[in-house]
């Protein structure tokens, strides 16, 4: 017994040798190339795209380097640009977070747009409403109210996605057309605030506007967007349900292999991002709006597209891309007003990004599938 613990003990000794060795033949160049191989299609999509977006600008006779520079340098060097870009960045992020559970799960909403009009007409209302409430009761009633509105926005397409099998892209879409014309409606006459010769609605009570955050030009709907990317990160690693969207997001016959209840995993995923979505609009109407204006066609739906599958489907990484997509946004603003570029360049900037992305997550799957034909 000796013996043979003994040469079991030499031949741990020995494996453990072997194992070291191959660790110190790693290098850290392998170690930080594979760390850096699963970002690569969204690092070639940024990269790519402000390159192609140089090309561009200079065929039509402006400096690349200058416009960037006017960009960034408005964005982060001002105390305007700064406050501008944090309150583009809150409903970026949340709408980002929203679209996140039913991308995840394997469904589409086009339909954000017409959920954050909806949230904040919800918003609006209640916080007129219910204005005498004080501050700590009125602000939760305000973000409920349009939880709501977003919900039931989604809720027919989510039905009908669920029950039928009806494309969500379509009536996602449709109910984006619908919403606006209906807050052009309400506006201009059962929502309109008499006291004002402009048709908008009457502003919500003091008591329902977000608070600031102290010292910095940016409310507290900051705090929000950040606390529900975490949660969305925690629910989709450490949930049971989390788990179950993944599953019917990445592979539909192992879900009705494993038993899921596919339709209603569906349903919760799309009637959770058109709540999100909605709670953008309270948001974006209580820390800053305070009313609406027949003109609101907020674009944060669609601009958030991109931003979500360059972060990779995390809801972390939602974050820094959300800063990054605001800056574009806003310092593209004011670098119109400066450089005399369209601010439009922006959104050709964000279409190359997500153009580059794609191609690069086609060539990746192409060269697995050969993989696994050999």
């Not at 086009?110 to 916080?127: C, D, E, T, Y």
């Not at 606390?227 to 599953?247: D, E, H, M, V």
């Amino acid at each position: 017994m000796v013996k043979v613990y003994n040469e079991d003990k030499k031949d741990l000794s020995r494996l453990s040798k072997e194992g070291l060795a191959i660790e110190a033949k790693v290098s850290p160049i392998s170690v930080l190339v594979s760390s850096i191989k699963p970002a690569l299609s969204t690092i070639i999509g940024i990269v790519g795209g402000m390159a192609a977006g140089s090309i561009v600008l200079w065929l039509t006779g402006f400096d690349p380097g200058y416009v960037y520079y006017t960009i960034f340098a408005q964005a982060w060097g001002t105390s305007f640009g700064v406050g501008k870009m944090s309150i583009t960045m809150m409903p970026l992020l949340i709408i980002g977070v929203g679209l996140l559970f039913c991308f995840k799960a394997g469904t589409w909403n086009i339909g954000a747009q017409g959920q954050m009009i909806l949230g904040a007409l919800f918003a609006n209302v209640a916080g007129y409403a219910f204005g005498p409430l004080p501050a700590p009761i009125l602000i939760p009633i305000v973000l409920i109210a349009s939880i709501v509105g977003g919900l039931l926005w989604i809720l027919p397409a989510a039905v009908m996605k669920a029950k039928w099998g009806i494309n969500e892209v379509v009536t996602t879409m449709l109910f984006n057309f619908l919403g606006i014309f209906l807050l052009m409606y309400l506006v201009k006459s059962p929502l309109r605030y008499p006291k004002e010769y402009h048709p908008i609605t009457q502003p919500i009570y003091p008591s329902a506007q977000l608070p600031m955050l102290p010292g910095v030009p940016i409310h507290s709907g900051l705090i929000i967007g950040l606390a529900l990317a975490i949660f969305t990160y925690i629910f989709f690693t450490k949930t049971t349900l989390g788990f179950q969207f993944r599953i019917i997001g990445s592979n539909l016959k192992a879900a009705r292999y494993a038993g899921l209840r596919i339709p209603w995993l569906i349903f919760y995923s799309l009637i959770i991002s058109g709540a999100i979505c909605g709670l953008a609009g309270g948001v974006q109407l209580s820390g800053t709006m305070r009313f609406l204006d027949p003109d609101w066609v907020p674009w944060y739906g669609f601009q958030a597209v991109p931003l979500v599958f360059l972060a990779r489907l995390n809801a972390i990484a939602l974050i820094p891309f959300s800063f990054f997509f605001a800056s574009l946004l806003i310092g593209g603003d004011l670098m119109h007003r400066i450089v005399g570029l369209p601010v439009f360049f922006v959104d050709v900037i964000f279409g190359l990004m997500l153009i580059l992305f794609a191609a690069s997550e086609s060539i990746k799957y192409v060269r697995l599938k050969k993989r696994g034909a050999k």
